[in-house]
């Protein structure tokens, strides 16, 4: 069973040492830059490890956006020698459960980008739920769903 545990000064050394496989540096951005961007938006965002088995084997991050309103899933990454397992999926699933909380405020949207040749990444987000909304930033398309 996977779980999501906030990225604290414990912790974040791990986030830095996950690995990405080769060719996904282009896809997703490691989580060294991710918890730079956790530092500015801080009051508006959540970062954490996912932790399968008490190791920490991925990290993502949970941004909610006041302009629009709505909660952004950002940089979600699996360890390269952890990939395969299901632990995207059941982090994914973690991360809308914590959504569904309202943490920073009260919007049903849940919004994501993805690389538009990221089949493995654009699957599973289809399978959960997620469809593309037309905008596309760069070579990064959009999708989104609605929670309850």
Same mark, same amino acid.
């Given at each position: 069973?996977v ?6 000064? /414990?912790? %974040?050394v ?8 080769p ?6 951005s490691?989580?060294?830059? /991710?918890l730079a ?10 970062? %954490? ?8 084997v991925?990290?993502v991050?949970?941004?909610?956006d006041?302009d ?8 979600m990454? +699996?360890?390269?020698a ?6 995207? /999926?059941?982090a994914?699933?973690?991360? +809308?459960?914590? +959504? =569904? ?5 009260d919007s ?12 493995v ?8 739920? %997620?469809v ?10 959009e999708?989104? =769903?609605?929670v309850?």
């Amino acid at each position: 069973m996977v779980e999501l545990k906030p990225i604290t000064e /414990s912790n %974040f050394v791990d986030a830095f040492n996950l690995k990405l496989a080769p060719g996904q540096e282009e896809w997703v951005s490691h989580p060294i830059r /991710s918890l730079a961007q956790a530092y500015v938006y801080r009051d508006q965002c959540q970062p %954490f490890g996912i932790y399968a088995d008490g190791r920490m084997v991925g990290y993502v991050m949970v941004v909610y956006d006041y302009d629009i309103p709505e909660y952004d899933i950002w940089h979600m990454v +699996i360890d390269e020698a952890e990939q395969g397992r299901g632990y995207g /999926s059941e982090a994914l699933d973690r991360a +809308i459960q914590y +959504i =569904m909380t309202k943490p920073f405020g009260d919007s049903p949207r849940v919004a994501l980008t993805c690389h538009k040749d990221n089949a493995v990444a654009l699957g599973l987000y289809a399978k959960k739920g %997620f469809v593309a909304t037309g905008a596309v930033y760069d070579d990064e398309v959009e999708l989104a =769903m609605t929670v309850g």
